[in-house]
Structure formats: C-alpha cells, structure tokens
C-alpha cells in the first residue's frame, strides 16, 4: 500500500501559477496509475488529471484541459500537477490518488485505492 502525501498549495492570485507535488512517503508509485482530485467547499470532490503507470496516457478534465499538466516521475516517486493561468474557480483542496490497475482515460474516485490528504489551492480575483 502506498501512502501519499501532496505539498506546493497555496494562496495565488488569478492569472499565476502553481505547482502541486504529491509524494509517496511509502511504498512506491510505480505500480499505480496517479490522478489528481479536487474538492470545493460545498461541491463534491472531481477528477482533474490522470497519467497512466508509464506516463504514456494522461487525460483531464475539460475545464483544466490547455491550462494544468500532469507528469510523474517513478525514480522520484513523484506526481506533479503544474497549473498555469488559475481562475477563481480553481480554488479547491486537491488531492493524489493511486489506482493499482491500468487507465485509459478519466476514472470516478471510486476507482482509487490510496490517497493523500490534501493541500488547498486558493485562487483570488
């Protein structure tokens, strides 16, 4: 089982950009599809990127899609979720997830095994 820990939120103001970092702090990522979530306050929590075990397929949502990348780097045991050009919208605790099985595309939480606690992102107008 691997354990992860996310790190890089922050406060920013529209038009910045942020780098979110998720970590194993055990067990290791290589075998685990990695996704990033969000969470607004009051909203359910959504699916906002993915990558597939060897980083060959990467999907997201559409309202992220030209604006954040996902990349992973398995010697590090690292996920990252660069975002560029932050909205209000945006705002929202994210979180890192591990899927023990392959991905195509875009899968619901429920299909994730292992998660992070989460680090807030908060964008201001």
């Known amino acids: 089982q691997v354990e992860l820990v996310e790190s890089g939120g922050g406060l920013v103001q529209t038009g910045d950009s942020l780098t979110l970092t998720c970590a194993a702090s055990r067990g290791t990522i290589r075998t685990s599809a990695m996704a990033w979530f969000r969470q607004g306050a009051g909203r359910e929590r959504e699916f906002v990127a993915v990558?597939?075990?060897?980083?060959?397929?990467?999907d997201y949502a559409d309202s992220v899609k030209g604006r954040f990348t996902i990349s992973r780097d398995n010697a590090k045991n690292t996920v990252t979720l660069r975002m560029n050009r932050l909205e209000p919208e945006d705002t929202a605790v994210y979180y890192c997830?591990?899927?023990?099985?392959?991905?195509?595309?875009?899968?619901?939480?429920?299909?994730?095994?292992?998660w992070g606690p989460g680090t807030q992102v908060t964008v201001s107008a």
């Open positions: 990558v597939s075990m060897a980083g060959t397929v990467r």
């Open positions: 997830a591990a899927r023990s099985r392959t991905v195509t595309g875009a899968v619901p939480k429920s299909g994730y095994d292992n």
